[in-house]
């Protein structure tokens, strides 16, 4: 029954080293995003993804690159990873982003990948 | 812009009632509502739509005043399954084509026994 699948719950990295995170979803949904979780701060948009190859800067993107070259599949690059990194993230997906049709952007999230940079 | 959320942590006993707040300084077009528990995906409740809609989920419901830029969760008679953080997520009328949410910093509810 799963749906949006982290493939690492829990990473360990060195600054600087590069890092990717994998998202996938099985439910054919057109938008994809990368969310960054942190106490006091909730839940903060890296980039986000509207179809294959296409994407778009949330509000924190410096630091990060993301990757979509298959619709079900939407990835999460730190270049060189910094301690100020260390955080939850959150893959989603939606249906698609058209405002007419009620509930087509609902969200349904990955259960999250903690990373740590040491 | 982060939605306003509060209060930021609620403590309550089985049975009471609890109103979560999300304000936005920007024109809305919908308010999702979502509930995490610990060490959970965050999961989808309730959306509202532009328009002043109070919807209802079980003894969880919501209503969204346009005009205040606000929405507020109600939890009536809660249960100890209620417990977890709750997050609205706003969806800006500006946003144009590409629907994106942002989420406040979420309310801890915990319910004790």
């Known amino acids: 029954d799963v749906k949006v699948t982290q493939s690492s719950r829990y990473l360990v990295k060195r600054t600087g080293e590069k890092v990717f995170l994998e998202c996938v979803q099985d439910m054919d949904h057109e938008n994809m995003f990368w969310y960054r979780q942190d106490p006091g701060l909730g839940l903060r948009l890296i980039y986000f993804?509207?179809?294959?190859?296409?994407?778009e800067k949330g509000d924190i993107p410096e630091g990060y690159s993301v990757s979509r070259e298959k619709k079900e599949r939407f990835s999460l690059i730190l270049e060189s990873a910094s301690t100020n990194q260390t955080s939850m993230y959150l893959c989603a997906s939606s249906l698609y982003g058209t405002i007419e049709i009620s509930g087509a952007n609902v969200l349904t999230f990955g259960a999250g990948s903690r990373l740590t940079v040491l | 812009q982060q939605p306003v959320q509060s209060p930021q942590a609620v403590i309550l006993r089985e049975g009471e009632d609890a109103v979560i707040n999300c304000s936005s300084s920007k024109a809305l077009y919908s308010v999702h509502w979502y509930r995490q528990k610990h060490g959970e995906a965050p999961v989808f409740l309730m959306i509202l739509l532009k328009g002043g809609e109070q919807k209802g989920h079980d003894k969880i419901s919501a209503s969204f005043n346009e005009k205040k830029q606000q929405s507020s969760l109600y939890l009536t008679a809660s249960q100890l399954s209620y417990s977890g953080t709750y997050f609205c997520?706003?969806?800006?009328?500006?946003?144009?084509?590409?629907?994106?949410?942002?989420f406040g910093s979420g309310t801890q509810l915990t319910v004790l026994p």
């Open positions: 993804s509207y179809d294959v190859k296409m994407k």
């Open positions: 997520g706003t969806d800006l009328i500006s946003s144009g084509s590409a629907r994106q949410l942002t």
